[in-house]
């Protein structure tokens, strides 16, 4: 037999199973608007949260709404989306980076340009100059 305190969970999860699966778009509207009332007291709804965060992250993975920006996001360079929001969280343009070599050539790295790669020098002094872990650049 259930204790009390499942069966009262049980009940509750029924009248929002979205909390535990989202099925569709209005669900996953509701889910991210309890997010956000959610992450107001992060402390005594953490539980709450990582559940939830589950079942946002499972629906924007499979939804078809998403599939050209998961994508893009599959084929983008990580070590150049960290830089690249390094660089707009300081206001750096290519002209800022003497760690890459010339302007241009922070350009053709940030471009994906055929041959142009961080290397593990750039990683090195990036992670210097930024203050982060020059893996974060792998």
Do not use: C
Not at 91 to 102: K, N, Q, T
């Amino acid at each position: 037999m259930l204790s009390p305190a499942f069966v009262e969970f049980r009940d509750a999860l029924a009248q929002v199973p979205f909390i535990a699966r989202i099925e569709d778009q209005n669900d996953y509207e509701r889910a991210l608007e309890l997010m956000d009332q959610l992450v107001d007291d992060y402390d005594a709804n953490k539980l709450l949260i990582e559940i939830l965060s589950v079942s946002i992250e499972r629906w924007e993975d499979l939804a078809a709404e998403f599939s050209d920006f998961n994508a893009a996001v599959a084929e983008t360079d990580q070590g150049i989306a960290v830089l690249k929001t390094l660089m707009a969280q300081h206001d750096l343009g290519v002209a800022d980076l003497p760690e890459l070599g010339s302007k241009g050539n922070v350009s053709k790295i940030l471009n994906g340009a055929e041959g142009k790669k961080l290397t593990r020098k750039h990683m090195e002094a990036l992670g210097k100059r930024f203050g982060v872990p020059p893996a974060l650049f792998f």
